[in-house]
């Protein structure tokens, strides 16, 4: 156990509203698969909203696109869920038929101090992090993981890139 | 590769072979006893062939007590051989396939390109599935599918009315892209279902840790 949590943050361009028939398939799933996901080894915490099943209302950073959000006590608590639960290894294998497939990295993890909930500020900043400079320390994917800090060191920052961006002279623009 | 070369050499023997195909296809670690038994040998050859198999790194060793008594006067713990993970491959003369397949499905992940991988899949599945009904088109159902399976490499066993699969045939690369292998191995599946003629039978994934994630469920209920 190490005083950090696993913080995930994604974002689909879905291929039409909420309501239309080719998200059908999607919208039906989201009540069941959050279920699971509440019920699941090592789940802490999901973003959630009043208008819509999950978070399926929310478009913080542009209207097309849809964002999830959750945290872990582990990445592999995380892993086990996303490619080894049976019902959202499903959901993933039809990914294609809901979101267009994106340019940009549409996944990223981040540690944070257990007990600390993300807001989605944080989480963007580490999408913009991921895409800018590619996976690190303060922002990573499945593929390319990194471990929590080390106990005794000073915390992470929570807006990571503007910290790094300010630092290197370029400022954080938001799609 | 030469290392490859003689782990897999050490399979020539025919007993090792049978005790080899024992051992991986059930889902716990066996005792000599039960292996000698299953594969109709002394129990002392079993030992022997057994080690052997483990000091090539083909079974994995475990040792524990079966009688549930521990301490003083317990005796020695059992020794027990059950599958590893580790896997072997041989080509001769070398092929590297599985740098090929990383490549490319690396490349149809940053397409987006599943729907397409999944089509091909299914065509591919359907193909073998209507030349294996060709060989095996008065067996049953379920045999067929069994032995379809079987042959495919997947390791079928029974699991009430389900078909369960022991081994997945493309481990490594499922293990570095899931959604985008699991995917594909479902529509393989769900065509050598459809090619086969293989009816009251549906594929869905259900991973089990150290499993295919494909289970073959028994769709009757459906059926009027």
Known sequence: MTGYHLAQLNVGRPRGPVDSTVMAGFMAQIEPVNALADAAPGFVWRLQDGDGPGATALRPCRPDIMVNMSVWQSLEALRDFVYRNGPHLDAMRLRREWFHKMAEQHLVLWWIPAGHLPGIDEALDRLDLLRRGGPGPLAFTFREPYDPPLSGQPPIPERASAMVMARSGMSVARS | ?224
């Open chain 2, 1 to 224: 590769m030469s290392s490859d070369l003689s782990v897999i050499a050490v399979l020539g023997d025919p007993v090792r072979r049978s005790l080899y195909d024992f051992v991986t296809a059930q889902d716990h670690a066996v005792s000599r006893g039960e292996a000698a038994e299953a594969t109709g040998i002394q129990r002392p050859l079993a030992a022997f062939h057994l080690d052997r198999l483990a000091e090539a790194g083909l079974v994995e060793v475990t040792f524990r007590r079966t009688t549930g008594r521990s301490g003083p006067g317990a005796g020695r713990p059992a020794k027990l051989y059950g599958r590893t993970p580790a896997e072997h491959q041989v080509s001769v003369p070398p092929r590297d396939y599985r740098a090929a397949a990383e490549l490319l499905a690396g490349v149809v992940d940053v397409l987006g390109s599943e729907q397409e991988l999944q089509r091909a899949a299914r065509s591919r599945g359907a193909a073998a599935g209507r030349s294996a009904l060709r060989g095996a088109a008065d067996a049953g159902h379920r045999d067929r599918l069994t032995g379809m399976l079987a042959e495919q490499g997947y390791r079928p066993y029974p699991d009430g009315p389900d078909i369960r699969l022991r081994n997945c045939p493309f481990h490594a690369l499922a293990s570095r892209y899931p959604p985008l292998i699991c995917g594909m191995n479902l529509a393989l599946l769900e065509g050598l279902l459809d090619g086969a003629g293989v009816t009251g039978v549906a594929a869905r994934l259900d991973p089990r840790p150290g499993e295919c994630c494909v289970v073959m469920t028994s769709s009757k209920n459906n059926e009027h």
